[in-house]
């Protein structure tokens, strides 16, 4: 009789981990900067802060890392797909350039960090790789070059189907991220189940006392304030899936397909990592069952152990938002919109922030300026979304700004097509930028 198998419907790193506990702020208290947010950027800001000595404090709505870094596929690269050609192209070289620098001076931050922890940090080279444009990847790797980086170019993957080659990078890595989390968190002021309701000019409300600041750091993924910066115009939200498979091949790299609807790979352990199925949040898109059909078609003797699926906020020049709020809100500062690269963008986000809280001059804060030129074609696509979903009829609407929610079928919830936030079929919030549950 053939066993039953059982597909867990969580992340293989939140499946195998204990995570530090951490109390409930009760009362008020006064600290010089608040970090709103208990993802990997909040509790990384928050690591740099304690060491450079500052008064802060960090509360989390829930659990730490209940949210995006408990789903993500955890690769640690500088390489965002084939960026650098594009960014070449629309920022210059010295723009470019920053960029670059900036994530690759992330990637040598994990290795210094990791060394010293139990986080199966593993070096890996990553790749871009195609199924039939050579064209793209040449033209990617003649821009790095340009951007004095110096890529593999290689004519054979190993992967299971054929491809016209990949564009690599070095000495980049992946790691188990709550494993990371878990160690460098510990001794750090955090408070969880401390959901702020909300903000006024130097105080944060939450559901048992007030928070007053000098600073404050928004690292809840999407902001939560809509006032200022225009972010629900400035962003979208993207789903991606993962399955894990049991005994998969060992890959000496990390791969992901330049094409939209492709595949990407990585290992950990014994188990195969394989995601894909990406739509934007709110519309339809190929889920679980476009990974699948991959592996049925490439690994059919491979057990399916876990899966599991993330959402990302895309800006609309693919770059991120870190920085200042906005121009009226001088003392607060963001980071958001990393695009589905949320490791190393993380790591880039603390430390330009750390060092705008210090006040000091950080060399790569200018290319993530979130007040920067705006004027792209997806800011009008943006636009054009919320105002038909706010248009459209429907008995569900998102308490965020009104739009008309969308029946996910793939994962049982409600979704909003303009901002990305999500309900269960019971109406509990999922995912932000809401900041409630649905009314009944």
Known sequence: ???????????????????????????????????????????????????????????????????????????????????????????????????????????????????????????KHSYVYSRNDRKKLEDEAAALTKLGYKPRLIEQCELPFQTVGAVGFAEQAQFHPLKFISSIAKGLKIYENTFVKELKEAAAITEHGEITFQKLIFATHFPIDNKHGMYPLKMYQHRSYVIALKDGPQLKGMYIDEAKQGMSFRNYKDYLLLGGGSHKTGEKGGN???????????????????????????????????????????????????????????????????????????????????????????????????????????????????????????????????HGSRFDSFGKLLDNPANGNLKR
């Open 288 to 418: 679980w069952d476009e990974i699948r059909n991959c592996a049925r078609l490439y690994y059919p003797n491979l057990d399916e152990i876990y899966c599991w699926a993330a959402q990302d906020c895309m800006t609309l020049d693919a770059i991120p938002y870190i920085g200042r709020y906005s121009r009226r809100m001088p003392r607060c500062f963001v980071a958001t919109g990393f695009n589905k690269w949320g490791m190393t963008s993380s790591m880039a986000a603390a430390s330009v922030l750390t060092d705008l809280v210090l006040e000091k001059e950080n060399p790569y804060a200018f290319v993530f300026n979130p007040s920067r030129n705006m004027i792209k074609p997806q800011l009008f696509v943006n636009g054009y979304t919320a105002v038909k979903n706010l248009l459209t009829i429907s008995e569900k609407r998102c308490p965020h700004l009104g739009c008309a929610l969308k029946w996910n079928k793939a994962e049982h919830s409600w979704d909003c097509p303009c």
């Open 1 to 123: 009789m053939e066993e039953l198998r059982v597909v867990e419907m969580c992340s293989i790193w939140t499946g195998n981990i204990s995570l530090p506990q951490f109390k409930q702020l009760n009362g008020n208290k006064k600290t010089d900067v608040l970090i709103i947010g208990g993802g990997m950027a909040g509790i990384l800001s928050a690591y740099f802060l304690e060491k450079a000595g500052v008064d802060y404090a960090l509360v989390e709505g829930r659990r730490i890392c209940s949210g995006i870094t408990g789903n993500t596929t955890a690769k640690i690269t500088a390489q965002h797909g084939l960026i650098y050609r594009k960014l070449l192209k629309s920022l210059g070289t010295e723009r470019a350039r920053m960029y670059l620098d900036a994530n690759q001076e992330a990637v040598r931050k994990y290795a210094r960090l990791c060394r010293r922890l139990n986080c199966d940090y593993e070096e």
